[in-house]
């Protein structure tokens, strides 16, 4: 039977926890952008390194191979990962909220479950990391010796100790680029050359402090003192900070096509 | 089986009331108060530019008013997950994620419509022949019109609204839209708001008409009232002049001895009186009626007496 004009029935919203996971469960939806293609770029650069780790390991006489294979060390291969993240950070922000916006999604919402997804590919992140960097030290740097999980900025911690250092440091990277892209979507490009602006100004100001109270020897003393773990854990600091604002900026922000 | 309708059924799905939306100087929604009513297909017509995409986003919370009260199921909607859960926004400029393909589009959109079908968007896949395992960003513009109809049609929000959902898709697949909205729209009730400037096309879809222009509402009525509204009188200029002396003439044409005049609402008295006179009445078209109103240059004159 119809009934003329009846009133659609409503739908109730489902509670918080509900709304805030469909968002996470939208920002993985391609696992591809998130989790495959960054693993298997990781591989890669595990590959080509351990080939040249290779090609020094054969070229340098067995009596210098410990020397040549600890300037290892200063590898960078592993930062790669984290500047992917910066970029997923943005792409949430550019991308997924116009969309999720689309979908009815409310801000809040959709702040809370994109943070959540970052903690949470933080979290897995550091895992693996943690687990490779094991996994090094006990087949001996794969093998000839090398460093990739393992390099100076991880070295001399514990296991416990690397899995924080990655987590928190990934999670600096997704939010200095969620809130730079939030700075985007609300204000366009203006807000990202303001924001720039008072960052540089920021830094000069802070290089002209230390250097006018002729502080940097304490500086220098403080990284040494704090060490890697210190220095993620402080890290912490301006991720709360950017993630606060981002939040606050994302709140009146409205994709414009 | 039919339940009694709820109370709530005269309650209007949506609204608005002297809103007003400024983008620094400018102007974009200028005052505007405006009802529409639940279990309804609503028109929202009217130029480029004229304010339609603005007026929708302000009423789906995307958008934030500068002044004036919005109002969706009685609530405002604004960061609102009760109204939002409800309502469902297909626009013609929707952003998708860079990696996104269609298959991702509807995996996840269940998890945010709770009456999403999927078998019938399935069904409208195929027949809007979308390709599930493509790029986004490498589709046509018209793959990527079908997206959204399948979405606003497979979501069965109680409030959907459609954006110019047929840019770039062709007559046959705009008819195919046309036909699954009613279809579907008889078999699920829902207040649905299509924004287009095919009026044409969509006259026969619409239930109430809103016709917007630079911000401010320019008609809004229903449908049936406004088909009623005017008749063209066709015959010979002598008698045709004669007739319409008296009454609100909307537009004029002529070719030689003849003459073609629209004129407002004619009474059954006054049609047998031109029936008389043999003069010919034909009905004018919703998109005849509102380029009549809409177009300055040549309603001006009339109007403004």
């Given at each position: 039977m119809t009934v003329a004009n009846p009133a659609p029935a409503l739908i109730a919203a489902p509670p918080l926890g509900r709304r805030v996971w469909r968002v996470v469960r939208l920002n993985l939806v391609n696992k591809w952008t998130v989790i495959w293609i960054p693993a298997m770029i990781m591989f890669f650069i595990g590959l080509v390194n351990w080939l040249i780790w290779w090609i020094i390991w054969a070229a340098t006489s067995p009596a210098d191979r410990a020397d040549a294979m600890d300037g290892t060390q200063w590898s960078g291969g592993a930062f790669y990962i984290f500047v992917y993240m910066l970029v997923v950070g943005i792409q949430v922000i550019t991308g997924t909220f116009p969309f999720a916006l689309g979908y009815s999604t409310t801000r809040r919402d959709f702040a809370l479950g994109s943070g959540l997804t970052f903690l949470m590919l933080a979290a897995g992140y550091a895992v693996g990391f943690t687990l490779l960097s094991a996994i090094e030290e006990w087949t001996n740097g794969w093998g000839l010796g090398g460093h990739l999980f393992t390099s100076v900025y991880f070295d001399g911690e514990s296991l416990g100790g690397r899995l924080f250092t990655v987590f928190a440091t990934m999670l600096f990277f997704f939010a200095v680029g969620a809130f730079s892209a939030a700075l985007f979507m609300r204000w366009r490009m203006n807000g990202i050359l303001a924001a720039g602006a008072v960052f540089i100004l920021l830094v000069v100001g802070a290089i002209a402090l230390i250097t006018l109270t002729q502080s940097w020897p304490a500086v220098g003393d403080w990284f040494a003192a704090n060490g890697p773990l210190g220095v993620s854990a402080w890290l912490l600091l301006p991720t709360a900070v950017a993630a606060i604002a981002g939040y606050a900026v994302l709140g009146r922000a409205t994709p414009r096509s | 089986m039919s339940a009694a309708p709820a109370p709530t059924s005269i309650a209007p799905a949506v609204q608005v009331s002297g809103l007003t939306k400024r983008f620094g100087s400018f102007t974009a929604i200028d005052d505007v108060s405006v009802t529409m009513k639940p279990g309804r297909i609503h028109g929202l017509l009217g130029r480029n530019g004229a304010g339609k995409t603005t007026l929708m986003q302000l009423i789906t919370g995307q958008d934030f008013a500068t002044q004036g009260d919005i109002h969706v199921f009685g609530e405002k909607p604004t960061e609102n997950p009760r109204v939002l859960q409800n309502v469902c926004f297909i626009k013609e400029s929707q952003r998708y994620p860079e990696d996104f393909q269609p298959?991702?589009?509807?995996?996840?959109?269940?998890?945010?419509?709770?009456?999403?079908?999927?078998?019938?968007?399935?069904?409208?896949?195929?027949?809007?022949?979308?390709?599930?395992?493509?790029?986004?960003?490498?589709?046509?513009?018209?793959?990527?019109?079908?997206?959204g109809v399948i979405v606003g049609l497979a979501s069965r929000a109680p409030l959907t609204f459609f954006d110019e959902p047929y840019l770039g898709l062709d007559a046959v697949a705009r008819q195919l839209f046309y036909d699954r909205?009613?279809?579907?729209?008889?078999?699920?009730?829902?207040?649905?708001?299509?924004?287009?400037?095919?009026?044409?096309?969509?006259?026969?879809?619409?239930?109430?008409?809103?016709?917007?222009?630079?911000?401010?509402?320019?008609?809004?009525?229903?449908?049936?009232?406004?088909?009623?509204?005017?008749?063209?009188v066709v015959g010979p200029r002598g008698a045709v002049d004669e007739f319409v002396r008296a009454r609100e003439v909307l537009h004029r044409d002529g070719v030689g001895g003849l003459a073609s005049v629209t004129v407002a609402g004619l009474s059954a008295s006054d049609r047998s009186q031109a029936a008389a006179a043999g003069l010919e009445l034909a009905p004018v078209s919703l998109q005849q009626l509102i380029v009549r109103k809409t177009d300055v240059r040549e309603t001006g004159i009339e109007q403004t007496a």
């Open positions: - | 298959k991702h589009v509807l995996r996840s959109a269940p998890w945010f419509f709770e009456n999403w079908d999927a078998e019938y968007a399935e069904q409208l896949v195929d027949e809007f022949r979308l390709p599930l395992n493509r790029r986004i960003k490498k589709l046509s513009r018209g793959q990527l019109s079908a997206i909205l009613l279809e579907d729209f008889s078999e699920h009730p829902r207040t649905v708001v299509l924004s287009t400037h095919l009026i044409d096309e969509v006259a026969n879809l619409l239930e109430h008409v809103i016709v917007i222009d630079q911000g401010r509402i320019l008609m809004d009525e229903d449908a049936e009232t406004l088909r009623t509204s005017a008749t063209t």
